[in-house]
């Protein structure tokens, strides 16, 4: 397993190019499932829970190719199957759920895998897939899912669920009649999968708001899409400026998708500029601590609240971070009070008293994003740190590492075996 050896204490300088979501780039792959034309998507990165998906589209029969960062997919060959071991990796494979079954009305995969930040059930999934027609059981850990067709409803999600609303707008692209879905999530990753799934011949209206309405069709056909810009890299890149001081550029995002961090980060004394496609942030002076209350788009991003904590470990003051989208998220705890920070987890709320350089240690990186936080944390320590168990951060960040050094950070990869000896 590689780890990262970090030198802390230095400001950061120049320009990062962001990468294309994670978390767009994963159902646009699975919505190939729902044709058999050819999907071609562009500016893929080569990350672990790309690959991944793609080991679940081979053992659905599927095919692709790469021609640079462009990925081909074809669906034409593919087929109802059982998806196992793929499928306990990554907490996104449950997306394969309603295109399998809209198209082939059945499906089986285990229970899905990924981070361990409290419980994430399926169950709004299974609820809406319900209202469609289909009849799902658990049975030793295997969803197994069949419908006759699936027939459009009404679907009112308890919580404006990401996943639930990508899975349940792309089944009902193939259900007959209309279904509409309340409640549903409004994040830009849902947003850009509407978009793909309209090129695909997709009746999709309200993407964006509280109520999605949905048409369906008798079939889909190939399209080209571009995902949109990673919001969460670019803001993990913000809080690395902003805990390590300097300037730096970040290009090829969407400013708009990072307002409620951008906010945030000036509360904090960060200057923040905003170009069409660019944003520059730098730091000249102290850091002042703030709160941050995560929440559903337009709000502070679950995903980003780790990395916030880490910062606020370099922040005049008490900061208070509290989850409410996630219960548990608090693997990186225990990971900065090992470098010395005073920081201590109040049921859903993080508590730090920063103002200080935390020291050097060896951590590990229990999930993806406190992975990165561990990264914030040793740039900015006073003796920089060790971060093991790279696996996670390997799942969701392209080349990082690169990204960083780029920047003037004190940073390399090695493997396990030659950092040991």
Same mark, same amino acid.
């Given at each position: 397993?590689?780890?990262?050896?970090?030198?802390?204490?230095?400001?950061?300088?120049?320009?990062?190019?962001?990468?294309?979501?994670?978390?767009?780039?994963?159902?646009?792959?699975?919505?190939?499932?729902?044709?058999?034309?050819?999907?071609?998507?562009?500016?893929?990165?080569?990350?672990?829970?790309?690959?991944?998906?793609?080991?679940?589209?081979?053992?659905?029969?599927?095919?692709?190719?790469?021609?640079?960062?462009?990925?081909?997919?074809?669906?034409?060959?593919?087929?109802?199957?059982?998806?196992?071991?793929?499928?306990?990796?990554?907490?996104?494979?449950?997306?394969?759920?309603?295109?399998?079954?809209?198209?082939?009305?059945?499906?089986? #995969?285990?229970?899905? @895998?990924?981070?361990?930040? +409290? *419980?994430?059930?399926?169950? !709004?999934? =299974? $609820? &809406?897939?319900?209202? /469609?027609?289909?009849?799902?059981?658990?049975?030793?850990?295997?969803?197994?899912?069949?419908?006759?067709?699936?027939?459009?409803?009404?679907?009112?999600?308890?919580?404006?669920?990401?996943?639930?609303?990508?899975?349940?707008?792309?089944?009902?692209?193939?259900?007959?009649?209309?279904?509409?879905?309340?409640?549903?999530?409004?994040?830009?990753?849902?947003?850009?999968?509407?978009?793909? #799934?309209?090129?695909? @011949?997709?009746?999709?209206? +309200? *993407?964006?708001?509280?109520? !999605?309405? =949905? $048409? &369906?069709?008798?079939? /889909?056909?190939?399209?080209?899409?571009?995902?949109?810009?990673?919001?969460?890299?670019?803001?993990?890149?913000?809080?690395?400026?902003?805990?390590?001081?300097?300037?730096?550029?970040?290009?090829?995002?969407?400013?708009?998708?990072?307002?409620?961090?951008?906010?945030?980060?000036?509360?904090?004394?960060?200057?923040?500029?905003?170009?069409?496609?660019?944003?520059?942030?730098?730091?000249?002076?102290?850091?002042?601590?703030?709160?941050?209350?995560?929440?559903?788009?337009?709000?502070?991003?679950?995903?980003?609240?780790?990395?916030?904590?880490?910062?606020?470990?370099?922040?005049?003051?008490?900061?208070?971070?509290?989850?409410?989208?996630?219960?548990?998220?608090?693997?990186?705890?225990?990971?900065?009070?090992?470098?010395?920070?005073?920081?201590?987890?109040?049921?859903?709320?993080?508590?730090?008293?920063?103002?200080?350089?935390?020291?050097?240690?060896?951590?590990?990186?229990?999930?993806?994003?406190?992975?990165?936080?561990?990264?914030?944390?040793?740039?900015?320590?006073?003796?920089?740190?060790?971060?093991?168990?790279?696996?996670?951060?390997?799942?969701?960040?392209?080349?990082?590492?690169?990204?960083?050094?780029?920047?003037?950070?004190?940073?390399?990869?090695?493997?396990?075996?030659?950092?040991?000896?």
């Amino acid at each position: 397993m590689a780890v990262y050896k970090i030198s802390g204490n230095k400001e950061l300088f120049g320009t990062v190019e962001i990468s294309a979501a994670k978390n767009a780039v994963l159902p646009v792959i699975f919505s190939s499932i729902l044709t058999g034309e050819a999907l071609i998507i562009e500016n893929v990165p080569l990350i672990s829970d790309v690959m991944c998906a793609l080991e679940i589209i081979g053992e659905l029969g599927g095919s692709y190719e790469w021609a640079g960062d462009t990925l081909k997919l074809y669906g034409g060959t593919m087929h109802a199957a059982r998806i196992m071991e793929a499928a306990k990796k990554m907490r996104a494979s449950v997306l394969c759920l309603g295109p399998m079954l809209a198209r082939f009305g059945s499906a089986q #995969l285990a229970l899905p @895998g990924g981070c361990r930040i +409290g *419980a994430r059930p399926v169950d !709004l999934h =299974i $609820k &809406g897939l319900n209202v /469609l027609g289909a009849e799902i059981k658990i049975e030793q850990g295997i969803l197994k899912a069949y419908a006759k067709g699936l027939k459009g409803g009404e679907i009112c999600l308890d919580f404006p669920s990401v996943g639930a609303t990508e899975n349940l707008m792309m089944a009902a692209c193939l259900a007959e009649g209309e279904t509409m879905i309340v409640n549903a999530a409004q994040e830009p990753e849902v947003c850009d999968l509407a978009r793909l #799934l309209i090129k695909m @011949g997709a009746d999709i209206r +309200g *993407a964006g708001e509280d109520t !999605l309405y =949905i $048409k &369906g069709r008798p079939d /889909l056909h190939g399209a080209r899409h571009t995902p949109i810009p990673d919001r969460i890299e670019a803001g993990t890149f913000m809080m690395c400026a902003a805990a390590c001081g300097g300037e730096v550029r970040l290009k090829r995002l969407c400013p708009p998708h990072l307002k409620a961090v951008s906010s945030k980060l000036m509360e904090c004394g960060a200057i923040i500029t905003e170009l069409e496609d660019e944003i520059v942030i730098k730091r000249e002076g102290e850091l002042n601590a703030a709160d941050v209350r995560s929440l559903p788009y337009p709000g502070f991003p679950t995903d980003l609240q780790s990395q916030f904590a880490a910062l606020a470990c370099s922040a005049s003051g008490t900061s208070v971070i509290v989850d409410t989208v996630f219960e548990g998220r608090s693997n990186h705890v225990p990971e900065l009070l090992r470098m010395g920070a005073d920081i201590m987890q109040q049921e859903q709320a993080t508590i730090v008293r920063g103002g200080r350089l935390l020291g050097g240690a060896s951590v590990n990186a229990p999930d993806l994003r406190a992975g990165a936080a561990l990264i914030i944390a040793g740039l900015s320590a006073r003796e920089g740190a060790v971060v093991e168990d790279c696996g996670h951060i390997d799942r969701g960040y392209y080349k990082l590492c690169e990204k960083l050094r780029a920047l003037g950070a004190g940073i390399e990869r090695l493997e396990d075996e030659s950092f040991r000896n």
